[in-house]
């Protein structure tokens, strides 16, 4: 079953944005990451999908980001707000984020830096929580994974 949902986030420098999202509520609580196929996706439980988007969301608070970056970044942010009000319902495709295909390369090497970032004893400690690292890293490596298979394919097919 198809939803809409609009979600409004509060930027550190005090603007807001407001993003319409299609959320797809499946019978199951977790959330899946796609690329296109099932078969190219993972599944997270919602504790799970709340630590990976915090992870991600405080490995890019602080560095500097393009406009398109920063797009990027919201999108996960509106994804984790998403899961916070209705469980269930933050699963996505890579290829929904919104990427910009003239800033691709560089937007897909700003992810990758951030889902490394992500996976730091740095980042770890602006938790209120110690996750286990044997679970969630993995799931950043197949996110990883995904962004760079949607940089080449869109790079050699001009999807």
Known sequence: MLSFAIVTVSL????????????????T??????????????????Q?????????EKAASGSDMTENQRNLID???ARREINQIAPG?????????????????EDTAYMMRTIQAAKSEMVLKKLDYRPD???????????????????????????
Not at 48 to 56: A, P, Q
Not at 89 to 105: C, G, R, Y
């Open 12 to 27: 550190p420098d005090g603007t807001i944005r407001k993003s319409s999202f299609r959320i797809m509520v499946k019978r």
């Open 29 to 46: 609580m977790g959330n899946v990451i796609s690329l296109k196929t099932d078969k190219d996706c993972f599944s997270m439980s919602n």
């Open 48 to 56: 799970g999908t709340d630590c990976f988007l915090e992870l991600l």
């Open 75 to 77: 999108f996960l942010k």
């Open 89 to 105: 319902s933050a699963s996505f495709d890579v290829i929904e984020m919104p990427w910009n295909k003239e800033t691709l390369q």
């Open 133 to 159: 690292i044997r679970i969630v890293f993995p799931w950043l490596d197949r996110f990883a994974g995904m962004i760079w298979m949607l940089d080449t394919t869109i790079l050699t097919t001009g999807i």
